[in-house]
C-alpha cells in the first residue's frame, strides 16, 4: 500500500501559489521585497521538510510494525538521486514537494491495526513539525512569523482539501488515496482485501530481490521472479492486473501475465494463458511481440498447427532478438511434441544463438534436454 501527500503537477502548482500568494497578500501587502524573498524561502524549505519527515513517519512507524517498507519517493519529475537503506529504495526527484511511501504487509495477522498506523503516523508527524516550526519561531519579528504561520496553515488546508477529494492522487501515471480518504477505507477492508494485500506485498518483495539480482524485464530478471514469487501470490496480482487493463483496454497488464505464465511453465494455467493472449491480439494485433505471445500460448494449449504459423512469421518478421528466441524455443517444443527431433534441434540452436547462449524459457529447455516432452497431435 503507497502512503503520501503525493499530488499532480497542477495541485502542487496550487499549494505552493496558493500559500505563498495568499500569506503574501493578507500579511505583508507587500512592504519588503527582502523580507518578501526571505519568508518565502523559509516556506519552501519548510514544505520540503515536512515531505522528508511525512514519509518518514510513515515508512518508520511501518517499520516497528514488522511491515515492509519497499520504498520511499521525495518530490515529483526527474529522479535527482537514488540510494538504498537496507531494502528499501529512497528516491529523490527534483521538485520535493510531496512524497510516497511504498509498503507491505507480510502477513495479514493484525493487518488493519498495522495499516491504520502506518497510515496515520503520517498526518502525525505534520502536527508535530507544525508544532516544531511555532516554537522554534516564538522569538522572531511579528511579520515574519504571522507571514510564515499564515502560509502554513494555508497550505494545510489545501492539502487536507485534496486529501479528502473523491479522485486519487497521481505518480508517475498511477493512482494513489491520500491519507485521510485511506485512513477512512481501512477499517472496511474485507479479508479478502486484506488477502490480496498480502500477494501484493510478496509480490513486490520478489520482484525488488530479482530487480538487485538480474536486469530489471530481462531474462534473468524472470528467471529470479519464478523463483522467489510465490505462485498463489504472483497468480493473483497478476491477475488482478490483468483485468484492470482489460478493462481500460490497454495491453500491458495482460502481457505481464502471459509473460509470467509462459516462464513459469505450469500447465494448469495454459489454457488461461491462451485466453489472454487471444484478448491480446485484440488489443494490438500488428505486435510481433505480441503475437509471439500468443503463438506460444496455441502451441502449449495444443492448437499446434495455427501456433507453429504465428511463431513462424514472428521470427521471420520480428526485429526483436528476444522474440525471435522465444518463438524459437516454442518451436522446438512443438517439434519435439510432434517426434521431429532434428527440427526441434534446429530451433534449439536458433533459440540459443538469439538468446544469448540459453534458451529464454527455461522449463523448456529443461524438458527438452532430458527428453520429458508430451507428445502433440497436429
Not at 94 to 119: E, H, I, N
Not at 134 to 145: A, V
Not at 352 to 367: T, Y
Request: glycine residues 12%; negative net charge; contains cysteine.
Amino acid at each position: 500500500m503507497d502512503k503520501g501527500n503525493e499530488s499532480g503537477w497542477g495541485e502542487v502548482i496550487v499549494h505552493l501559489v496558493v500559500s505563498i500568494g495568499w500569506a503574501l497578500m493578507l500579511v505583508l501587502r507587500p512592504t519588503d521585497p527582502g523580507l518578501v524573498v526571505l519568508v518565502a524561502a523559509g516556506v519552501l524549505a519548510a514544505m520540503i521538510v515536512r515531505v522528508i519527515l511525512h514519509e518518514s513517519g510513515h515508512a518508520l512507524v511501518a517499520w516497528a510494525l514488522g511491515m515492509e517498507v519497499f520504498g520511499v519517493t521525495l518530490g515529483k519529475g526527474r529522479i535527482w538521486r537514488t540510494w538504498r537503506l537496507g531494502s528499501c529504495l529512497v528516491e529523490c526527484k527534483v521538485f520535493p514537494f510531496c512524497g510516497l511511501a511504498s509498503l507491505g504487509l507480510p502477513d495479514a495477522r493484525r493487518g488493519r491495526f498495522k495499516l491504520f498506523l502506518s497510515t496515520l503516523a503520517g498526518p502525525l508527524v505534520d502536527f508535530c513539525w507544525a508544532g516544531a516550526c511555532f516554537f522554534l519561531l516564538m522569538g522572531t519579528s511579528s511579520q515574519f512569523g504571522e507571514f510564515f504561520f499564515t502560509a502554513l496553515l494555508i497550505e494545510a488546508v489545501v492539502d487536507f482539501y485534496y486529501s479528502l477529494r473523491t479522485g486519487d492522487f497521481t505518480m508517475d501515471g498511477e493512482s494513489y488515496q491520500p491519507d485521510f480518504r485511506q485512513l477512512l477505507a481501512i477499517p472496511k477492508l474485507t479479508n479478502e482485501d486484506l488477502e490480496f494485500f498480502v500477494a501484493w506485498s510478496q509480490f513486490q518483495s520478489a520482484f525488488a530481490k530479482a530487480t538487485e539480482r538480474g536486469a530489471s524485464g530481462g531474462g534473468r530478471f524472470w528467471e529470479h521472479f519464478v523463483e522467489s514469487c510465490p505462485l498463489e501470490s504472483a497468480i493473483k496480482v497478476y491477475r488482478r492486473g490483468a483485468e484492470v487493463s482489460a478493462e481500460s483496454g490497454e495491453a500491458d497488464g495482460i502481457d505481464a501475465f502471459c509473460t509470467y505464465l509462459l516462464l513459469r511453465g505450469d500447465e494448469e494455467f495454459f489454457a488461461e494463458g491462451e485466453e489472454w493472449s487471444r484478448k491480446l491480439m485484440e488489443l494490438v494485433p500488428d505486435s510481433w511481440t505480441l503475437k509471439g505471445t500468443r503463438g506460444s500460448f496455441l502451441v502449449l494449449a495444443g492448437q499446434i498447427k495455427e501456433g507453429i504459423a504465428m511463431l513462424a512469421e514472428v521470427v521471420e518478421h520480428s526485429e526483436s532478438a528476444n522474440d525471435r528466441a522465444i518463438s524459437a524455443t516454442l518451436l522446438a517444443w512443438a517439434s519435439a511434441g510432434r517426434g521431429n527431433v532434428n527440427e526441434a534441434g534446429f530451433w534449439m540452436a536458433k533459440a540459443r544463438e538469439w538468446g544469448g547462449g540459453k534458451l529464454p524459457v527455461p522449463w523448456i529447455e529443461d524438458r527438452l534436454v532430458t527428453g520429458k516432452v508430451n507428445n502433440q497431435a497436429g
